[in-house]
Every structure is written in C-alpha cells, then in structure tokens.
C-alpha cells in the first residue's frame, strides 16, 4: 500500500498554512490574517517559551490560535472526496480527529524553524458573497526567493474560516486527496488511521530531537 507524504512545501509556505482569522466577520480576511500571524510568530519568539522542554507549550499555544480557525472537518472532508461517504460515522470522526492532528503538526513543525525570519507581503483580497481569497508573498529569509500563498476562505456565522491553502499553484486540500485516493484504492478507511498515525509519530520525533 502507498505511503502518505508529507506536504511538499516550502518553510514558509508551512507557516502561512497555519493562519487565519480570530477578530470576526467584522474585519477583513487581510486584515485578520495579518493579525494572527503576528499572535504566532509573538509565541514562538517568547524567550519563556525558547528550547525543547517547552516544546509542548508553544505547540498548545500554537493549536490554541490555529484551531478555532481552520473548517478542519470540511477540509477533512473534501480530502476524502467520495470517498468520504464510504465510512462510518466513527471512522469519519477519527478521520477528521487525526487529520487535525497532522496538519497541527506539520504546521507546527515548520513554525518552529521559520517564524523568526519570515516577512510577509499582503498583495490582494478578492471578496466574493461568503468567500474570500487573500495572495501572499512569503519569504523565509533575506536571502530566499518569495513564495506565492493564496488562502481561500469561507465566512460562517461572525468568523471567516481558511478551508484551502493554495501555496505556488498547489492546492492543499487536492494534495492530500491525491494522496488518499493512492492509500484507497487497495484500502479502505480503516487503512488510513494507521497511515496517519504513523506519519505524526514521525513528524513528532522530527520536531523533538533527543
């Protein structure tokens, strides 16, 4: 059976992967999204918070700003693309539960290394009924060619939340359903709770070296 990838991205597309809104409906995608990266790129240059005993700490305080801003189980859902309607209801919840858990790795991991250098540049807002994309340039340091991220949003309730990334052309929600499609075809969704599971194990012991 096809292993699952990790996203092929760049440091900081990773970073823009993790950010969004926490001010409501009431300010601008661009607005908010500026405001939020300034929350995580503040925890991760914290000196409280610096070395591999608190770890843990920046990553719940990260998770802590990343969740409540992510429509994670549509974006779980359109991953699985028809296949979705394939599984139970528990194997659809435990689904969704370590997706989140992946993505909050990934993100996380890749935070970690590249918050402290990263500049970004706001370039465009396109605003269309209740969704909404906004481009960026990210670059990661001085030195590294910017990188395309656009976001593309929904607006629920009083919150717009991030339901794809889009960094150089590549979809993250397609990626992962590329993916998934692979693991499915010999499988079934049964199969890909180990899958899952095994590759945050492998990005934990990546982002906590002994």
């Known amino acids: 059976m096809p292993r699952l990838r990790s996203l ?3 440091g900081a597309g990773i970073l ?6 926490s001010l409501g409906a009431a300010e601008s ?3 908010t999204l ?4 300034e929350r995580l790129i503040l925890v991760f240059q914290d000196p409280a918070l610096q070395g591999n005993d608190h770890h843990q700490e920046r990553m719940e305080k ?3 700003i990343v969740r409540p801003q992510f429509a994670f189980r549509e974006m779980a859902q359109q991953a699985l693309g028809t296949h979705w309607r394939d599984c139970t209801e528990a194997e659809q919840r435990e689904f969704v539960r ?4 992946l993505l909050e790795q990934v993100y996380s991991d890749i935070l970690e290394r590249s918050a402290a250098k990263m500049e970004v540049l706001f370039t465009q807002e396109r605003l269309q009924g209740a969704v909404a994309e906004v481009d960026t340039q990210v670059r990661a340091a001085p030195h590294e060619q910017p990188v395309a991220i656009t976001y593309r949003l929904r607006e629920v309730g009083e919150k717009w939340l991030v339901d794809d990334v889009v960094i150089e052309r590549v979809s993250l929600v397609q ?9 499915l075809r010999t499988g079934s969704c049964a199969n890909l709770v180990p899958e899952l599971e095994g590759k945050q194990r492998e990005l934990e012991g990546e982002a906590t070296p002994p």
């Not at 823009?16 to 809104?21: G, S």
């Not at 500026?34 to 990266?37: D, E, F, G, L, P």
């Not at 370590?98 to 858990?101: D, G, I, K, N």
Request: aromatic residues 10%; hydrophobic residues 45%; glycine residues 0%.
């Open 8 to 10: 092929p991205c760049t």
């Open 29 to 31: 995608p661009r607005a």
């Open 175 to 183: 990626n992962y359903r590329a993916q998934f499609r692979r693991l």
């Open 34 to 37: 500026h405001a939020t990266i």
């Open 62 to 64: 990260v998770r802590e």
């Open 16 to 21: 823009l992967l993790t950010l969004h809104l």
């Open 98 to 101: 370590l997706f989140t858990a």
